[in-house]
């Protein structure tokens, strides 16, 4: 699976992710005032269960963001680095345990992006690692979330730090 744009009814295939990421930046920020439209938010996560699980998790944020699911962490890499320069997400939401390239090695590759080595990033993994944390750190990250093993709290957790992500990269880029 390249990437998946996820709906109510679980994941489905996106034939080409890179042009269903720019496209709906594209529409949403042109449509609609900045603060008005629906945020872009791009996951990368290899587990189905947990990407159903942020999927319901962003019903509770407001307004509600585009989501676009990607399982390959390179093919993610690939999406994002054509969309540098111009519309990029306003958020990624990033699993530290990923197949392929781990989710460090997704983040050095994007600080290495001209025009993406701001963008705000998520990182939302099993790891409890106090030394996971700090190397997120170290590479940018503003917020690190270790994933509740409780629904309840899964769904207020992650729908919380979303929707503060979003508001922060929000008020920086109309600073910018």
Do not use: W
């Amino acid at each position: 699976m390249n990437g998946a744009g996820l709906g109510l009814a679980g994941p489905m295939e996106e034939p080409d992710p890179k042009s269903a990421v720019s496209r709906q930046i594209d529409a949403e920020r042109s449509s609609a005032p900045q603060a008005a439209s629906r945020p872009a938010v791009v996951l990368v996560e290899d587990s189905n269960s947990d990407a159903y699980l942020v999927r319901l998790a962003l019903e509770r944020v407001s307004p509600k963001p585009e989501l676009t699911h990607f399982r390959d962490p390179e093919k993610a890499l690939e999406c994002l680095a054509s969309l540098a320069g111009g519309a990029v997400p306003d958020l990624l939401i990033l699993d530290l345990n990923i197949p392929r390239k781990d989710g460090f090695e997704v983040l050095a590759a994007l600080r290495e992006m001209p025009g993406l080595c701001g963008m705000a990033v998520l990182v939302l993994t099993s790891s409890i690692s106090p030394e996971d944390r700090r190397r997120a750190t170290a590479c940018g990250v503003r917020r690190f979330l270790s994933k509740p093993m409780m629904l309840d709290d899964f769904l207020r957790t992650v729908g919380a730090a979303v929707q503060e992500a979003i508001r922060e990269a929000r008020t920086r880029g109309a600073s910018s």
